[in-house]
């Protein structure tokens, strides 16, 4: 709504642009964009900052292909995705992690299935001490050639 003011003050020549400018508390290139919006089309909203154009984005038409090879071998995982659409010749195929990505855009892997594919993770103790253990390796020779029971 201040947006919409200011551009009518200015173009009502009520007082400067910089005047004005520093009323708002807005940089004379803000206040010029707000101008040039709203004399193309009475507007001045704040647009999207969405890109237009994703240079790396992967095609809907790719991505569509790899939904449906996924589809049609079930279990298969985002290598094998990737090996099979290098074999029937397809150009321009994604990256395997790619692939995986457009798996889970779509629903295509289960958290209970990414759960089971997690690789084991070590624990760690938040201080020294926290925890003991020891391995007991049980019947073994000493020196003098008699045997120690650990248990």
């Not at 200011?6 to 004379?28: M, P, Q």
């Not at 290139?29 to 089309?41: S, V």
């Not at 395997?96 to 889970?104: C, L, S």
Request: hydrophobic fraction near 30%.
């Amino acid at each position: 709504m201040l947006r919409k003011e200011f551009v009518e003050r200015v173009l009502a020549h009520e007082k400067s642009k910089k005047a004005l400018c520093l009323e708002y508390g807005i940089s004379r290139p803000t206040g010029d964009k707000w101008i040039k919006r709203y004399r193309e089309n009475s507007s001045c909203e704040e647009l999207s900052r969405e890109p237009h154009h994703r240079a790396n984005r992967t095609s809907p038409e790719m991505e569509a292909l790899v939904i449906k090879t996924r589809k049609e071998n079930y279990d298969a995982c985002a290598l094998v995705v990737h090996t099979l659409l290098k074999r029937q010749g397809i150009p321009n195929v994604p990256c395997v992690r790619t692939i995986n990505n457009i798996f889970h855009r779509y629903g295509l892997i289960t958290p209970d299935a990414s759960q089971a594919a997690t690789p084991y993770t070590r624990f760690e103790k938040e201080a020294p001490n926290d925890m003991w253990q020891t391995d007991f390796i049980g019947h073994f020779a000493l020196k003098t050639q008699r045997r120690c029971h650990s248990f």
